[in-house]
């Protein structure tokens, strides 16, 4: 968490997005600004749209309208002449590595060591070399607590092992913002905490984070500001206590009473 009161760069601008699958209103105009070094965390009801809007970020989905902005780039296109030209597949990919990605399900590569794992995107995506990618990779083994474990496989690995892997791999790319989609909520109770103290310690680096959770007591404790979506909108957002504890809005209070109780 920035203590700092002073106004940070915006490094991610999303500016009145739609997304609908079939005839189904996803998101519905969602707007969200996040600060560099900042940390966002979204809350909401199950099928609220939080996943989706994560997804449309990177560009795993397509907007229907709208557009995300991730520092100097529009997501999925390229300005010429003051026109919005949609990229190529293949150019998106390249573009979308600046917003990386932790999922729920972490699924690392089985056949590669932890080690490899983390390597193998640098190199095959930025043909960067790979000592220098393998120096960098232990160093993010070593944040994630995991160093000691760069030559094992996956399946010799606990889950929140696994995730804590996936996060190394994830910043082994140098995204400028890290998408975390429920994270911890596919592990076992008691591996969950570990996940946590990974990404405290991200925040208080300075990573600039958007985390999807239902982990209450983190987004309390580690967001700068929470965001409270319904029905594929933003319904409320501001600073953790203004939110958490003195909610203004009836849906937002009626969603905090359903968790904390
Ligand atoms: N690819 C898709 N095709 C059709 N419907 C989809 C698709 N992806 C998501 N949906 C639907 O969109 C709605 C919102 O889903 P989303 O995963 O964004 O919600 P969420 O707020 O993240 O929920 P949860 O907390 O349960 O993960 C859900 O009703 C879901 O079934």
Not at 75 to 100: D, F, W
């Amino acid at each position: 968490m920035t203590t700092s009161t002073a106004p940070r760069d915006t490094i991610v601008r999303v500016r009145g997005i739609h997304k609908r699958f079939g005839s189904l209103k996803i998101l519905n105009g969602v707007s969200l600004s996040v600060g560099r070094g900042e940390v966002v965390c979204v809350l909401g009801p199950s099928g609220s749209g939080k996943s989706t809007l994560l997804r449309c970020i990177n560009h795993l989905e397509k907007v229907d309208d709208g557009l995300v902005v991730v520092g100097d780039h529009t997501i999925g296109y390229e300005e010429s002449g003051g026109v919005l030209r949609e990229l190529s597949e293949r150019r998106v990919c390249r573009q979308r590595t600046s917003v990386g990605m932790v999922f729920q399900r972490f699924n690392l590569f089985s056949h590669m060591t932890v080690l490899e794992n983390v390597v193998e995107a640098p190199v095959r995506v930025h043909r960067r070399k790979r000592g220098t990618v393998e120096r960098e990779a232990v160093e993010l083994l070593r944040r994630v607590g995991l160093a000691e474990k760069k030559d094992a496989y996956p399946d010799q690995l606990s889950g929140g092992q696994q995730q804590r892997v996936a996060i190394a791999r994830t910043l082994a790319m140098k995204p400028d913002v890290v998408l975390f989609d429920e994270p911890t909520s596919a592990l076992d109770p008691e591996l969950v905490g570990e996940v946590l103290s990974v990404m405290r310690g991200l925040a208080e680096d300075g990573l600039t984070m958007i985390v999807v959770t239902h982990e209450i007591g983190f987004a309390r404790e580690v967001a700068d500001r929470v965001v409270f979506m319904d029905g594929g909108v933003v319904v409320e957002e501001g600073a953790p206590a203004a939110v958490l504890d003195t909610p203004r809005e009836e849906r937002t209070k009626a969603f905090l009473s359903h968790v904390l109780h």
